[in-house]
């Protein structure tokens, strides 16, 4: 049973342009994260928030940018993609174990 | 800091017979371990967990322990079947850093009939 929810499923963009990424839990947990799965599966955390703060900020380019609005959603922004960011995106939450979303296939050509 | 090592990238078998996955791992802090399994285009999902030492936890036939004196928490599992091919994760929980996780590089486990 999906409990996060994330949109869009796939985005294709080119170089430069501006992308935003959604997630919302309805698991009632305060800790949100956003991580990206690479091309060759590597998982890697980006950014952690609890209850709207943020509170882990891994070493991640500038151009990105999460942001929350209460403690069940969380967005990421990405300002002038690049092709290094070609990934999959994949939002979790937590109280304690983690619950990952279905994940944002993001393509930049 | 924190890390995880997965020694096989890719492990292919025939059903029915035993694996046995890799995860070893470097932490200052005391550790909190965790398997997840990632099928095709899939979330990853939780497979095991532990942070007691010398303890076997088990869930979906699959089972692990962890050994704090060598650092590793193996996956393993007596009788794979098709099901079970799917990309295999270890990882680390940094529960003073509010469970961040930092995951191995995976095992691509392949079962053939």
């Known amino acids: 049973e999906t409990a996060v929810f994330q949109t869009p499923n796939y985005h294709v963009t080119q170089v430069g342009n501006e992308v935003s990424f959604n997630c919302k839990q309805t698991?009632?947990?305060?800790?949100m994260y956003w991580y990206k799965q690479d091309s060759k599966k590597l998982l890697k955390i980006m950014f952690s928030?609890?209850?709207?703060?943020?509170?882990v900020n891994e070493t991640v380019p500038r151009r990105f940018s999460p942001q929350s609005s209460d403690k069940a959603h969380l967005n990421l922004r990405i300002k002038s993609v690049e092709p290094e960011d070609s990934a999959v995106y994949l939002c979790?939450?937590?109280?304690?174990?983690?619950?990952f979303g279905p994940g944002t296939r993001l393509t930049v050509l | 800091g924190d890390s995880v090592t997965q020694t096989e990238g890719l492990v292919t078998l025939t059903k029915g017979l035993p694996v046995m996955l890799n995860c070893t791992y470097q932490t200052t802090y005391s550790p909190f371990l965790f398997w997840y399994v990632q099928h095709l285009n899939e979330a990853p999902k939780l497979l095991l967990k532990s942070s007691t030492d010398n303890k076997r936890t088990e869930h979906q036939g699959f089972y692990a322990t962890l050994h704090k004196s060598s650092s590793s928490f193996h996956l393993q599992k007596s009788s794979v079947q098709l099901s079970d091919s799917a990309l295999y994760f270890c990882a680390l929980s940094e529960m003073s850093n509010y469970n961040v996780l930092y995951f191995g590089s995976g095992t691509k486990l392949t079962v053939e009939p």
């Open positions: 979790a939450s937590s109280l304690f174990e983690q619950y």
């Open positions: 928030y609890n209850n709207k703060q943020l509170i």
């Open positions: 698991l009632g947990h305060d800790t």
